[in-house]
């Protein structure tokens, strides 16, 4: 009997250089021109050899996890020699790893890992069948005593439930830090974080979709996700030891389910939030100067190059009008992974510090 | 603060129609020819618009999954209007799903639905970083007395430990047979199937590169993943309560390991099976008379115009010139998941029958 089928893969890429040069390469003959987009190199025209294969070489590039794709005459495509995407629901990149020191946050090391778990059930709020994703740590044990605090962590537009743990590497990052001792041992919990089934749907308002989308949301996560994770994991009781964070759209929603939620939630986090309503103290109707003593943390983060810094700055500074003072970071980088795998490492570590 | 971005999707791709007709749609303006890839519509020219949209449209398709892609000027290229995916480490296409019947085994019904489970370890015999995928039936419970029969589910050539899950739909499936009363509730275990981590990688001769995937992947198997699973899950003990099947590599694989390791798995299943060393019967040194005596169940089934096809001919004349007797199922089909999925359905009510 002969052997199963080997696919012929004549084209190697991205292939990475140990300078940390990148050379990617894509086939195309009849193309007319090819441009590579990536996080750091944008719209590189591609040289095509007499073979018909495109290819371009960056100069070295840091040690990270970077989204790149193809622009052929126009058409976005994903490296086809690469097993390692992007997903998400509107725009599936590809990614390459340039790898680094085992002290960055996101490379795994041969420490003990924690184990994801995808749960599937079907939403009244939002009349779908949908999912969320469970990290629970290194030595978790649903038969001990043992109880764990827990962190909502919550998805960007046009991602999915399981982008923070592809993408994002989050139960790497957590591996990590607890190895390390630098954070506590915690439930992580990656809910679908649309409130509303067409917001990634096209047509309609996009505003009043997004307004829909951030009410429906807090029901689905209060009422039909928190019950199904307090009832399956041995969470710890009360709101010192039950965070909320999140990126882009997951940041505003887990500033307004977090702030208005306050007796259930003591540790809030927004990474370059966005997706507010247009009018934003509308959505923070109970701050006031009694607020700060009311969180553990407010940890509010953006990076200088994102598009939404300056709508950060608006909420820093609407926060302050009322009396509250949230712990404000502002780093280098745009509106991608590569911040915000840096902003849950820094966040993490402080969660449920001081909390027996 | 202004609305997050919301992407414009202004192509409509693939469009399901009420009868069973679909349509696919790529803009592509610059592009000379795109064709269809498609499971039933193979190399079907799409024509072009003014808007430079090129675009298809099927006959009826019965109700089932699809995986596609388009051709564009010999480029092989994702819908890039569509989220739904079929991941793979050496091929990624797009799938259209058209709905049928609830009754069919992979639509989600409103049943009870299991968990997946997706674990991460440092295989000692593969040199590398893995996981394993484990799905546990709806009412499972870590804390209960209540010990489950387990299934190994191996997954194919080129594929990853998820594809059972998010291509085969396993879950779905389990989750409706069990729902029925047609299938015994069970724990399923998709580890990777890869003994040697080059396996899926260029280069090297391809039946050297086979024969150490084989022998090595029993290791992975018997001495790394099912001793984690053993620790982790309610398992029932015995080879009773113990099945082993796969798909293509991974039928060659389940045979293998199941036939030569009796001790351990009494219900063996081969769905299109290949990837064996060219002396066939050197694989299975112990098999005789006796052999049927001590399996519970041998179930190999083939695809009528599947490319494997004689080859599992082959193999039954094998099994019946050493006195051992499958089941044997050729169904219509070829090498593909809508065949695979029908065969998990089939397969899955016959195990751990008469075992208390």
Same mark, same amino acid.
């Given at each position: 009997? &002969?052997?199963?089928?080997?696919?012929?893969? &004549?084209?190697?890429?991205?292939?990475?250089?140990?300078?940390?040069?990148?050379?990617?390469?894509?086939?195309?003959?009849?193309?007319?021109?090819?441009?590579?987009?990536?996080?750091?190199?944008?719209?590189?025209?591609?040289?095509?050899?007499?073979?018909?294969?495109?290819?371009?070489? #960056?100069?070295?590039?840091?040690?990270?996890?970077?989204?790149?794709?193809?622009?052929?005459?126009?058409?976005?495509?994903?490296?086809?020699?690469?097993?390692?995407?992007?997903?998400?629901?509107?725009? +599936?990149?590809?990614?390459?790893?340039?790898?680094?020191?085992? =002290?960055?946050?996101?490379? +795994?090391?041969?420490?003990?890992?924690?184990?994801?778990?995808?749960?599937?059930?079907?939403?009244?709020?939002?009349?779908?069948?949908?999912?969320?994703?469970?990290?629970?740590?290194?030595?978790?044990?649903?038969?001990?005593?043992?109880?764990?605090?827990?962190?909502?962590?919550?998805?960007?537009?046009?991602?999915?439930?399981?982008?923070? &743990?592809?993408?994002?590497?989050?139960?790497?990052?957590?591996?990590?830090?607890?190895?390390?001792?630098?954070?506590?041992?915690?439930?992580?919990?990656?809910?679908?974080?649309?409130?509303?089934?067409?917001?990634?749907?096209?047509?309609?308002?996009?505003?009043?979709?997004?307004?829909?989308?951030?009410?429906?949301?807090?029901? #689905?996560?209060?009422?039909?996700?928190?019950?199904?994770?307090?009832?399956?994991?041995?969470?710890?009781?009360?709101?010192?030891?039950?965070? +909320?964070?999140?990126?882009?759209?997951?940041?505003?929603? =887990?500033?307004?389910?977090?702030?208005?939620?306050?007796? %259930?939630?003591?540790?809030?986090?927004?990474?370059? &939030?966005?997706?507010?309503?247009?009018?934003?103290?509308?959505?923070?109707?109970?701050?006031?100067?009694? #607020?700060?003593?009311?969180? %553990?943390?407010?940890?509010?983060?953006?990076?200088?190059?994102?598009?939404?810094? %300056?709508?950060?700055?608006?909420?820093?500074?609407?926060?302050?009008?009322?009396?509250?003072?949230?712990?404000? #970071?502002?780093?280098?980088?745009?509106?991608?992974?590569?911040?915000? %795998?840096?902003?849950?490492?820094?966040?993490?570590?402080?969660?449920?510090?001081?909390?027996?």
């Amino acid at each position: 009997m &002969s052997a199963a089928p080997v696919f012929a893969q &004549s084209i190697i890429s991205p292939e990475v250089h140990p300078d940390g040069r990148v050379t990617f390469r894509l086939k195309a003959p009849e193309a007319k021109e090819v441009q590579l987009h990536c996080q750091t190199v944008k719209g590189a025209v591609m040289q095509k050899d007499d073979q018909g294969i495109w290819s371009f070489t #960056t100069d070295p590039l840091e040690p990270d996890i970077y989204a790149y794709s193809f622009n052929v005459d126009g058409l976005h495509v994903i490296d086809p020699s690469n097993p390692l995407i992007k997903y998400n629901l509107r725009n +599936i990149d590809s990614q390459v790893h340039v790898p680094g020191p085992k =002290s960055l946050p996101w490379e +795994i090391n041969d420490v003990p890992h924690g184990v994801l778990h995808q749960h599937f059930y079907k939403s009244a709020v939002a009349s779908d069948e949908r999912n969320f994703v469970v990290y629970t740590p290194p030595g978790y044990d649903p038969t001990a005593r043992k109880r764990y605090p827990v962190l909502y962590l919550l998805h960007g537009s046009s991602d999915d439930s399981t982008a923070w &743990s592809s993408v994002g590497l989050a139960n790497v990052i957590l591996d990590n830090l607890i190895a390390r001792g630098q954070a506590k041992s915690m439930i992580v919990v990656m809910p679908l974080g649309y409130g509303a089934s067409d917001i990634v749907k096209s047509g309609g308002d996009p505003k009043d979709r997004w307004v829909r989308n951030l009410d429906s949301f807090g029901e #689905t996560l209060l009422n039909e996700v928190m019950p199904q994770v307090d009832k399956s994991y041995k969470i710890k009781n009360g709101r010192d030891a039950c965070a +909320i964070a999140g990126l882009s759209m997951g940041g505003a929603e =887990s500033l307004v389910v977090g702030l208005n939620h306050l007796d %259930r939630f003591a540790w809030i986090g927004g990474f370059s &939030s966005g997706g507010f309503s247009t009018n934003l103290a509308s959505q923070f109707p109970t701050l006031n100067e009694k #607020t700060d003593r009311q969180f %553990r943390l407010l940890w509010i983060a953006c990076g200088k190059d994102d598009f939404l810094n %300056r709508q950060n700055h608006d909420l820093i500074d609407l926060f302050k009008s009322k009396g509250v003072h949230p712990t404000w #970071t502002e780093s280098p980088g745009e509106h991608s992974f590569i911040v915000w %795998r840096r902003y849950l490492a820094a966040f993490a570590p402080l969660l449920f510090q001081g909390v027996k």
